[in-house]
Structure formats: C-alpha cells, structure tokens
C-alpha cells in the first residue's frame, strides 16, 4: 500500500529565515505530486505541483519554490520566511492527472 | 479561472437532523471530490463522484454530482457528533484541484 510523510510536522520560524520541508511517498512509482497551503479556518491554495523528477509547475507567485531532486520525493524550500508563509502545509500525491489525490499528515508553520 | 463555492460555510445541527451542503463551480467538469478534515488534522478522502447524476454513500453521509448544473451535494442523514467536521468539496480541472472554502460543520447533542 501507498503511504505519504511529511517532516518536520509543526515548525516554527523567525522571519527571514530559511525553510525546506520535505514530502516523501512510498508504494507507487511516478506519482504526480503537490504541495498546498491552508491559512488558519481557510480553504487550501494550490502552490506546485510535479508531474515528474524536474518537472514543477508554480501556481502562485510567492517567496517559495519547491524542488523535486527524486521520483517520490518533493521538497518545498524558501530563502527568506515572511509572517505571511505561515500556516499548514500539506502534501499530496495521485496516479496521473485523472486521479483522486492523497493527502499527508501535513507540517503546521508558525513565523515569528 | 475556476471558481469553487460552498455553502454554508458554518453550520450548527442537532443530532438525528437531516442537511444538505452544497457545492458550485462555474467552469465544466467530471470530476468532484469530497474531503473530510478534522481540526489540526490532514484532509480524508470521503467520495469521489465521476459522471453526472453519480451518488454514492457512506453511513450517514451521501453525495452527488450534476455536471449540467455544476453543482454537488453532500447530505447527511440523522447527524451524530462523530460527524462535527470541516467538509470540503474540490473540483478538477487537468491535473489540479481547486477546493471550496470548506463547511465547518457541527453536530450538536
């Protein structure tokens, strides 16, 4: 079976500092995958998704960029925190653009 | 630009009543899916709706698709607490989903 990880799972942050969360999906091969954002009692924002290793589309434009250096693997980085950046990230994964996504346990980000 | 409407956004029931959530969107496609979140927790499957006029249901919760209408349902039937949730409706278009804004549902003794 297909399981997703997320680290670190809460997170906190000054601003102006780095950041680089990881997602990783074990039991597929080439999934498509995606990294969201949700603000506190929002919906959530689609921020990048990955068709495969290299390939990232970026939704909106922001301080954040992701990478994905394997096929399981994507990573979202940023240089420099704003206090805007925090909030709940979550990660997801699916067979093909045609299928339901998956969701993991998600990193909860406070900037301060 | 694809644009996802749910409604409401809160809603307080008592348990053993009947409601019905809805979710909009204003651009063509077959394919919808609801989510369940539990507070500080990650999003849960519940349906996926494929095809126009294609319900399914799970316990006390049922869901439907009118892709002419652009418009799905969740109903829930004799609300327990279990239920207290936020609900999300999410509507693809190519390879990305674009979510509704969630309803904060809660169930009530």
């Known amino acids: 079976s297909q399981t997703i990880h997320q680290w670190p799972a809460t997170l906190v942050q000054p601003v102006g500092s780095p950041l680089s969360l990881e997602c990783t999906v074990e039991g597929t091969s080439n999934p498509n995958l995606y990294w969201y954002r949700q603000a506190a009692g929002r919906g959530l924002q689609l921020l990048f998704y990955?068709?495969?290793?290299?390939?990232i589309s970026s939704e909106v434009p922001q301080n954040l960029s992701a990478s994905r250096p394997q096929d399981r693997q994507f990573i979202l980085s940023s240089k420099k925190l704003l206090l805007s950046d925090s909030g709940f990230y979550l990660c997801?994964?699916?067979?093909?653009?045609?299928?339901?996504?998956?969701f993991g346990p998600g990193t909860r980000l406070t900037v301060t | 630009e694809l644009k996802v409407e749910q409604n409401p956004l809160f809603l307080s029931m008592q348990e053993g009543k009947n409601y019905t959530i809805y979710c909009n969107y204003s651009?063509?496609?077959?394919?919808l899916y609801w989510y369940r979140q539990d507070p500080g927790k990650s999003l849960e499957s519940l349906f996926v709706l494929l095809s126009n006029g294609a319900v399914k249901q799970e316990g006390r919760l049922m869901a439907s698709l009118d892709t002419k209408a652009r418009l799905s349902t969740l109903h829930i039937t004799a609300a327990v607490h279990d239920l207290s949730a936020t609900y999300f409706c999410a509507v693809a278009l190519q390879a990305r989903l674009t979510f509704g804004e969630g309803t904060q549902l809660t169930v009530n003794p």
């Open positions: 997801a994964w699916s067979l093909g653009s045609q299928h339901e996504q998956y």
């Open positions: 990955s068709v495969g290793i290299g390939q």
């Open positions: 651009t063509t496609s077959d394919r």
